[in-house]
């Protein structure tokens, strides 16, 4: 299962509240292809963060995150881009 590291702009820093119900809505959507990401903030700029987790189905988690599910729950939880991504190699 390969490690995923997604490089993110986001509007805002997520309070716990809203960390519980990204991790609930990310399991609903994303759950049969990837695990729940961990944030890794920017020291100089917190709304530029690392998403990092493991993916079962990289694939899967293109096709998920195109559909309007996919999109709105991104949105939703302060997503605006996705500057780079790596994945480790299998």
């Given at each position: 299962m390969p490690m995923m590291v997604s490089l993110v702009r986001r509007s805002h820093v997520l309070e716990a509240s809203e960390m519980k119900a990204r991790e609930e809505a990310f399991r609903?959507?994303?759950?049969a292809c990837a695990d729940v990401?961990?944030?890794?903030?920017?020291?100089?700029?917190?709304?530029?963060?690392?998403?990092?987790?493991?993916?079962?189905?990289?694939?899967?988690?293109?096709?998920?995150?195109?559909?309007?599910?996919?999109?709105?729950?991104?949105?939703?939880f302060g997503f605006l881009e996705q500057l780079n991504y790596f994945l480790e190699e299998a």
């Open positions: 609903e959507i994303f759950g990401p961990k944030f890794l903030p920017d020291s100089k700029d917190k709304n530029l963060v690392a998403v990092v987790g493991e993916v079962h189905d990289i694939e899967e988690l293109r096709r998920i995150s195109r559909t309007p599910e996919g999109d709105d729950m991104m949105r939703k």
